[in-house]
């Protein structure tokens, strides 16, 4: 069976290696991706002696040292794609903390392997006419009245389960899962384990597409919802803004889900939000404290280095793009950095590799430093192509 995976994977590689293409896949590419795939995953399905593994490393074998043509190199990253997405091999890897990773003013739970705050202790240490800056600048309090509206227009809410959901409140409609099943078509099954609720509004007053949220139950999960009125034009989803939409909040969570980051404790202690920010050694945002090894982490490093810039955006957000639009992909990206980096990787998704030197430019070829989003990019795209065409610009 071994020496079968190899056959294929040695056909594979003659079919695609005899002549340069250009990376636009036609549809014999895809049919042949789909035969081949086929027999890669019965073979793996049929033998527990061969996995999906063995595949990914021939494969990352085959990329390293053979000089192949644009096409090649292409279609064989979009199979290592497609098996790592199919085997559940590439996923977000949590740290596990240990007592080491404790600031000195924490503690670490054994059973849930985590560090925590001492709330009565900070509490009584905390000095109110000490100098305040995080309510100023990372507010995690929510708008009430906010809260209250998007209630009053949620139609429906389900728990997710894969790609299954099931309704929990509202009346489901065949319009509510089918927006959901575009999402499942765009984004793979591993890469959505943080979410835990689908929301649909339908708010023709408001100019939010769709947005994210940290479940106020389990804060490691999110909540996603989206809004009918903007996705929707005379019964039809509108194809390209909505799919730039669903990308743009996945790459929300993406970036701040917990392989990412360290989320701020969930209390409206002010000393104990304080004494978190201080302990920050790298790059903070709203949700917390951000990995070195974060994608907003670098993002924020390269290109939002100008403190008084980000001042800026934080007190009037949109006007930032009037002063630097060859900055920004968008207005919107000029809000903040979490917005400017799901904007940015919308954009790197959708559109073909820019070759101009603008900050813009410069920010859709930052996510080609990474080979899983290179590879999560070409996914993505092949998605695409298989069920709408005139989306992604190549």
């Not at 209390?267 to 903070?284: K, M, S, V, Y």
């Not at 006007?319 to 980096?341: L, M």
Request: aromatic share 14%.
């Amino acid at each position: 069976m071994k020496k079968l995976i190899l056959s294929i994977i040695t056909l594979f590689f003659l079919a695609f290696s005899i002549n340069a293409f250009s990376y636009e896949l036609t549809d014999s590419d895809n049919d042949l991706l789909d035969r081949i795939e086929t027999r890669l995953f019965e073979a793996i399905d049929a033998n527990p002696r061969i996995s999906a593994d063995m595949l990914v490393n021939r494969i990352d074998e085959i990329l390293e040292k053979r000089n192949l043509s644009d096409r090649a190199r292409t279609l064989f990253e979009i199979l290592k794609d497609d098996t790592e997405y199919e085997y559940e091999i590439w996923y977000y890897a949590y740290e596990e903390m240990t007592a080491d990773d404790c600031y000195d003013d924490e503690y670490f739970d054994e059973e849930d392997r985590q560090c925590y705050f001492d709330e009565d202790e900070l509490s009584d240490d905390y000095d109110d006419s000490e100098d305040y800056t995080w309510g100023e600048d990372y507010d995690l309090s929510h708008d009430d009245h906010q809260e209250e509206e998007r209630e009053s227009t949620l139609l429906a809410k389900y728990t997710i389960q894969g790609d299954t959901i099931t309704l929990i409140s509202g009346e489901d409609k065949d319009q509510y899962q089918d927006v959901w099943n575009i999402f499942t078509k765009l984004i793979p099954t591993t890469l959505r384990t943080d979410f835990l609720y689908f929301e649909i509004t339908n708010d023709v007053n408001s100019d939010t597409a769709a947005h994210v949220v940290q479940d106020e139950g389990d804060y490691n999960k999110w909540n996603m919802n989206v809004n009918l009125a903007a996705l929707y034009e005379d019964g039809e989803f509108i194809k390209d803004e909505g799919t730039a939409t669903l990308i743009h909040e996945f790459t929300h969570v993406m970036t701040l889900n917990k392989s990412q980051m360290r989320y701020a404790p969930q209390t409206e202690d002010e000393g104990i939000l304080q004494r978190f920010a201080e302990n920050c050694q790298t790059n903070f945002v709203q949700e917390g404290c951000l990995h070195e090894t974060a994608y907003l982490d670098d993002f924020i490093d390269t290109f939002w280095t100008n403190k008084e810039e980000l001042e800026k955006a934080h007190i009037e957000g949109w006007d930032v793009y009037t002063w630097n639009e060859s900055k920004y992909i968008t207005d919107y990206a000029a809000t903040n950095p979490g917005e400017d980096i799901a904007e940015s990787f919308t954009y790197f998704v959708l559109r073909a590799k820019p070759t101009g030197n603008t900050v813009a430019d410069k920010k859709l070829r930052f996510f080609y430093n990474y080979r899983e989003l290179v590879n999560l990019r070409l996914g993505i795209r092949s998605r695409i192509s298989n069920f709408w065409q005139n989306i992604i610009i190549n």
